[in-house]
């Protein structure tokens, strides 16, 4: 134990003494960990909390405010008396009995005088810090603040010199007499863990090097594809409206697993769940879109991606009902199918589909794909039934005669010049010789 600091009357333990630390290092790795405190202080005799950001520069904790708030306005020349605490939560402890139910985590309490940084100097360099806490190299790529707004902004700067550290790790303290209840015990693990980056509307740099980026593997990333009846792109937020717009028909999510979202709310929950979906490598999706007007026709999916077995499903697909017997799903899927068997070189992809959405079963069987069999009592239904699932599927070695029938369905409907069909043509007999 390094920088060994003694309790005060203020930070001295009254019970569970073995859970405290007194060192600067326990200390300077929870402020490090943690983006936010809590700040307690007074004002006129009642006790006030806010919730507000920190950072932490050597032995100092440097505190943001609005000038204009309560915490700014009792910030005078020599500082206002505060308590900071800052709370990471490890995990949830579930006991046989309601008195040791508990919680592992590791928290921080502060006590001093914060005094307002004055000088300009040192505030700005309490804000780069306070950027650059949020990714290193964030304040090169933001304007700094001006004048105006450093005078609407309170730079509290808290010495650590009086401090506890409590911890709580482990497992279930039961009674031993109640070891014997048949009651679940036991411990569930709990941490923040980063989304993907949503870049704001108008934004086209890329996502930048301190920012987690989207998994890797080309089998995880939803590569842009566009083709004269769709074009597919990388889902985002920015979706939501135009999901909306199109897929308002209740008809068109009759035989999926999830009700329609009926308020733009709702879609944006949806949009938000696949995306984190992707995150976590279970899916990937594309927002369908007209390729001449940019209007977003619906949406589809990549699932059970299995790389290292070479397959993947494709499914969640959803176009709106003015689009139905267009060129639409027919592309959309030739897109898919090319991007998993050329691209990614697949072996296998397969299908999804309820038993009872026989469209649905013969759009797919009208793309090349073989019917494998029934899967009882596979997924539940919005209205809590069980569904039996269709499941069709299509090979590699089947890809080549698949892929010629799409091209010709497409052909027809969207003639093709007279160079663009030579093309065609010499392309289906390659395909026809290499099968």
């Known amino acids: 134990m390094t920088d060994l600091y003694q309790p005060t009357a203020r930070t001295t333990a009254t019970r569970s003494r073995d859970r405290m630390r007194y060192d600067l290092e326990s200390a300077h790795a929870i ?52 308590c900071v605490s800052v709370t990471l939560l490890d995990g949830l402890v579930y006991g046989r009995s309601q008195f040791h139910h508990s919680a592992n985590y590791r928290s921080l309490v502060a006590h001093g005088i914060a005094r307002p940084v004055s000088g ?18 964030r304040a090169a790529e933001s304007r700094p603040p001006s004048t105006r707004e450093l005078a609407q902004t309170v730079v509290l700067a808290l010495p650590l010199t009086e401090f506890s550290v409590r911890a709580r790790q482990g497992g279930v303290v039961d009674e031993p007499a109640d070891l ?55 889902l985002s937020p920015s979706h939501v409206d135009g999901l909306l717009a199109a897929l308002a028909d209740e008809e068109t999510w009759q035989f999926l697993p999830t009700v329609r979202p009926q308020t733009r709310a709702a879609m944006a929950e949806h949009v938000a769940t ?22 977003i026709v619906g949406m589809t999916s990549y699932h059970d991606v299995d790389e290292p077995g070479g397959a993947l499903a494709i499914g969640h697909t ?65 209205d809590g039934t069980w569904r039996d699932t269709v499941l069709f599927a299509m090979t590699v070695e089947e890809w080549p005669a698949a892929k010629a029938r799409l091209l010709n369905r497409l052909r027809s409907l969207d003639p093709l010049d007279a160079d663009e069909q030579a093309q065609a043509d010499r392309q289906a007999q390659a395909d026809r010789q290499a099968q």
């Open 31 to 82: 402020l490090d960990e943690a983006y936010s405190c809590a700040v307690a202080f007074v004002v006129d005799g009642e006790p006030r909390v806010l919730p507000t950001m920190h950072v932490r520069v050597e032995n100092t904790i440097y505190l943001h405010a609005s000038s204009g708030s309560h915490l700014g306005l009792v910030a005078r020349a020599d500082g206002v008396r505060v």
């Open 274 to 295: 696949a995306l984190r979906q992707q995150w976590a490598g279970e899916r990937v999706t594309w927002a369908q879109g007209d390729p001449a007007t940019g209007e």
């Open 180 to 234: 014997t209840l048949p009651h679940w015990a036991g411990v569930l693990p709990l941490q923040n863990m980063a989304g993907p980056p949503q870049p704001d509307a108008g934004v086209d740099s890329p996502t930048p090097t301190y920012l987690p980026d989207a998994p890797t593997s080309p089998w995880l990333t939803a590569a842009p594809m566009v083709g004269k009846h769709v074009s597919l792109e990388p």
């Open 120 to 137: 300009e100097s040192e505030q700005r360099a309490a804000m780069t810090a306070l950027v650059e806490r949020l990714g290193a190299g």
């Open 318 to 382: 959803i176009v709106g009902r003015r689009w139905w017997r267009t060129g639409v799903n027919t592309e959309a899927k030739l897109l898919l199918l090319e991007r998993a068997f050329d691209v990614l070189g697949a072996g296998r992809v397969f299908w999804y589909t309820d038993i009872r959405n026989d469209r649905s079963q013969r759009a797919i069987a009208r793309l090349g794909a073989t019917r494998d069999g029934v899967i009882r009592r596979h997924r539940r239904r919005p």
